[in-house]
């Protein structure tokens, strides 16, 4: 597409809302600016490509299509056939798997098809087996009572919170956390690395029905032939959840023990982060467990969007080009060149550095919780979100940490250079920044104090690094 193609179709786009509600129009323009002018790091955004977007916003918004390809609940779905055929196609093709299940709507639906489809494909009851309970939408309150007790009850066994794993893989606040008995393992405490020891000890011990591999904030590769061979060695379905490194595995910078795609029985990612794609899930499998992952509609999903499925086939047809392993490359490049700009300035790093698109800051060593660290980051032009580190003794919603990402700024066409003077500019603010006081003098969690005027300062120095690698190019919305 030409610049001056992608110009028009955007404003013309622009053109039509504003004439509808104004104001979603300019909160459209508005979030484009708010985009251009601040460092964005946080590891689980990107950009999509001007294709992508625009594939969203047409006609298949209109249709329902529950089913799968050749297999509606609704007639007329033969051009909806064409794009989930594509984007399934896509997928196997990128990533070397049997089969592709393209229609979650996010990374959560993703996990709970893969963790509904291992449930069904484990009933091991005679009772359980028969055809007309084959399906999970037949089976009775007493049924899932009787198939729990043969279960274990339905024990997971996955990285903890504060090691890296992420809300669904069996912790409470999501329903993962209450279909399933759950138990963590966690990270070396001197080193901040998987002990695969320590993951087979427990699984010896727990004995999972699920072994779960996969992180949010693990700055590390990890082996999945190793998990594999735990998973087995208690008779357990190995799954990975590589949502947040997806796009360094179709980058085919991740191959051999760290690319879960052949070691794992079931695989769930996000097709955003930094698969650099739209908002969305995607399942790959086995063939043992493909018929019961196409059921995810309307096992637990709602219908499929097919807007979205055709934004999927366009980013996983642009993830097959040479140059999307070059991009990958350059996140691992740009993560490194980072965390080295941030240790050589002092900073405390989750494990020392990074294997790949993301780098743990610890930042209790500023004296700051991560609620802090981040606003203030914020205040200064610079995006991030805090995260919890290994042992944080202020959990989950202060943290003692910020989570920093490259996809998006590789994206732009940052280099190792850029990332060093990103360093700077975070090791300044958080410098910079102290911990504030509640009204009764104790010390608070969430305020801070940072001078307003290098604040301003920062967040200028910030755009003035993006003006050379402008976002969206070819957009000119004026």
């Known amino acids: 597409m030409s ?7 955007f404003r013309s786009a622009l053109e039509v809302i504003r004439a509808v509600e104004p104001r979603v129009a300019d909160a459209i323009g508005a979030e484009l600016t708010d985009q251009r002018e601040s460092l964005k790091l946080i590891a689980s955004e990107n950009y999509a490509s001007p294709a992508t977007l625009l594939a969203m916003g047409n006609w298949f918004s209109d249709k329902y299509a529950e089913g799968t390809v050749g297999r509606r609940f609704y007639a007329g779905c033969q051009n909806v056939d064409t794009v989930e055929a594509l984007a399934a196609e896509h997928a196997r093709e990128l990533f070397g798997a049997a089969h592709a299940y393209v229609q979650p709507h996010s990374g959560i639906d993703a996990n709970l098809v893969a963790f509904w489809a291992v449930l069904a494909d484990r009933v091991e009851s005679p009772a359980l087996k028969k055809a007309q309970v084959r399906q999970v ?15 274990g009850n339905q024990r997971m066994l996955g990285m903890s919170l504060d090691a890296g794993g992420h809300l669904t893989h069996g912790f409470r606040p999501n329903i993962s956390g209450k279909m399933f008995d759950q138990r963590s393992y966690g990270t070396d405490p001197t080193t901040g690395l998987i002990d695969y020891d320590r993951v087979a000890e427990a699984a010896r011990e727990f004995k999972p029905l699920i072994l779960v591999g996969g992180y949010s904030a693990y700055p590390r590769k990890v082996n999945f032939r190793i ?5 087995d060695s208690v008779g357990a379905t190995f799954m990975v959840d590589m949502a947040h490194f997806a796009g360094l595995v179709a980058g085919k910078v991740f191959t051999g023990d760290f690319d879960p795609v052949p070691h794992a029985h079931i695989v769930t990612t996000t097709t955003h982060k930094s698969l650099r794609g739209p908002r969305g899930g995607m399942v790959l499998c086995q063939p ?39 991009y990958a490359q350059r996140i691992v490049d740009n993560a490194q060149a980072l965390a080295e700009g941030l240790l050589s300035r002092g900073a405390t790093l989750v494990t020392g550095g990074t294997d790949n698109h993301l780098v743990l800051i610890d930042v209790s060593g500023y004296g700051l919780t991560g609620r802090q660290a981040e606003q203030a980051l914020l205040d200064s032009g610079i995006v991030t979100n805090r995260n919890s580190v290994p042992q944080d003794p202020n959990g989950a919603w202060y943290t003692s940490g910020i989570r920093v990402g490259t996809p998006a700024l590789t994206t732009r066409g940052l280099g190792t250079a850029e990332m060093d003077q990103t360093a700077e500019l975070i090791h300044t603010v958080l410098t910079q920044t102290t911990a504030g006081a509640n009204a009764d003098g104790t010390p608070s969690k969430a305020k801070y104090t940072l001078d307003a005027g290098l604040a301003d300062k920062i967040a200028r120095q910030a755009t003035d690094l993006l003006a050379t690698y402008p976002l969206y190019p070819g957009i000119d919305l004026s």
């Open 3 to 9: 610049r001056n193609a992608e110009s028009t179709a």
């Open 137 to 151: 939408n037949d089976l009775t309150e007493a049924d899932w009572f009787a198939l729990r007790r043969e279960l």
């Open 227 to 231: 998990l594999r061979e735990i998973a």
């Open 288 to 326: 043992e467990l493909a018929d019961q992952v196409d059921r995810g509609c309307p096992m637990v999903l709602g219908g499929p969007l097919p807007h979205v499925m055709a934004a999927k086939a366009v980013a996983l047809a642009e993830a097959r080009r040479p140059d999307f392993a070059d």
